[in-house]
């Protein structure tokens, strides 16, 4: 048998309908964000458009964003929600996002932190303050434990979920930096530092982000938490 044409879990298939939705926005004047090229921006319109495969974002300016979603409704055939009026709330990969005065308060699906808790068994331990640990590699010795087949199961199933809650929660992008690398081969700590990152997430479980865009700004100023920045003496980190 011989596929006609691409089907969905196909990797070409979401890189040629990423390339399209782009070649047809960028007819409308959108550039895409080095960044990240599923972010899209209209530097006159000030119009955003965050696409995830066929799921999307528009935000900007009621009358302006209509109009040019009109216009690319006549090349992809796409559904339009109603508009986000303040007090409203609607569902975007697992995550809610709810409309405030001045902005949005974005929202961690709470039943995947459960999720994430009962994978780890976790869900009876003491809550964690933070989402990653200083010196955890000094509580294992210098030479890596690996998990078991089972476990490895569990840790890189973990992994994923935690990743899809990182899409809402910029606190925990840090602690996912340190689990992520050792997917093929995790070991005790890093099984260590899931629980850890899961009891955390289970304190703050309905923790939302909150996005207030200031159109007054005119510098993005970042800040660093150097109390985890560490030189590791294991090779792995």
Same mark, same amino acid.
């Given at each position: 048998?011989? !596929?006609?044409?691409?089907?969905?879990?196909?990797?070409?298939?979401?890189?040629?309908?990423?390339?399209?939705?782009?070649d047809?926005?960028?007819?409308?004047?959108?550039?895409?964000?080095?960044?990240?090229? %599923?972010?899209l921006?209209?530097?006159?319109?000030r119009v955003?458009?965050?696409?995830? @495969?066929?799921d999307?974002?528009c +935000?900007?300016?009621?009358d302006?964003?209509k109009?040019?979603l009109?216009?690319? $409704?006549?090349?992809?055939?796409?559904?339009? &929600?109603?508009?986000?009026e303040?007090?409203?709330?609607?569902?975007?990969?697992g995550?809610?996002?709810?409309?405030?005065?001045?902005?949005?308060?974005?929202? !961690?699906?709470?039943?995947?932190?459960? $999720?994430?808790?009962e994978?780890?068994?976790?869900?009876?331990? *003491?809550? +964690?303050?933070?989402? !990653?640990?200083?010196? !955890?590699?000094?509580?294992? *010795?210098?030479? *890596?434990?690996?998990?078991?087949?089972?476990? /490895?199961?569990?840790? @890189?199933?973990?992994?994923?979920?935690?990743?899809?809650?990182?899409?809402?929660?910029?606190?925990i992008?840090?602690?996912?930096?340190?689990?992520?690398?050792?997917?093929?081969?995790?070991?005790?700590?890093?099984?260590?530092?899931?629980?850890r990152? %899961?009891?955390?997430? =289970?304190? /703050? =479980?309905?923790?939302?982000?909150?996005?207030?865009p200031? &159109? $007054?700004? /005119?510098?993005?100023? +970042?800040?660093?938490? %150097?109390?985890?920045?560490?030189?590791?003496?294991?090779?792995r980190?």
């Open positions: 048998w011989k !596929a006609k044409r691409l089907i969905p879990g196909d990797r070409r298939a979401h890189q040629l309908w990423q390339k399209h939705l782009v047809v926005l960028a007819a409308e004047g959108f550039t895409t964000l080095k960044s990240d090229p %599923s972010f921006v209209h530097p006159v319109l955003r458009i965050s696409a995830h @495969v066929d999307g974002i +935000a900007g300016e009621h302006q964003a109009a040019l009109d216009r690319v $409704s006549s090349v992809i055939t796409m559904k339009v &929600s109603e508009a986000l303040v007090g409203g709330t609607f569902s975007f990969l995550g809610h996002i709810r409309k405030i005065k001045g902005g949005f308060l974005w929202l !961690a699906n709470p039943e995947l932190i459960d $999720s994430l808790s994978l780890t068994r976790t869900s009876n331990c *003491p809550v +964690a303050k933070t989402p !990653a640990e200083k010196d !955890a590699h000094k509580r294992f *010795p210098e030479t *890596p434990v690996l998990l078991d087949k089972e476990t /490895t199961g569990h840790y @890189v199933e973990g992994v994923g979920k935690a990743l899809w809650i990182g899409g809402f929660r910029g606190d992008l840090f602690a996912l930096t340190q689990l992520t690398p050792h997917m093929k081969t995790p070991a005790t700590l890093d099984w260590d530092r899931l629980c990152l %899961s009891r955390y997430l =289970r304190g /703050t =479980r309905d923790l939302p982000t909150a996005l207030l200031d &159109s $007054s700004m /005119t510098e993005i100023r +970042a800040y660093v938490d %150097s109390c985890l920045l560490y030189t590791s003496p294991s090779p980190d």
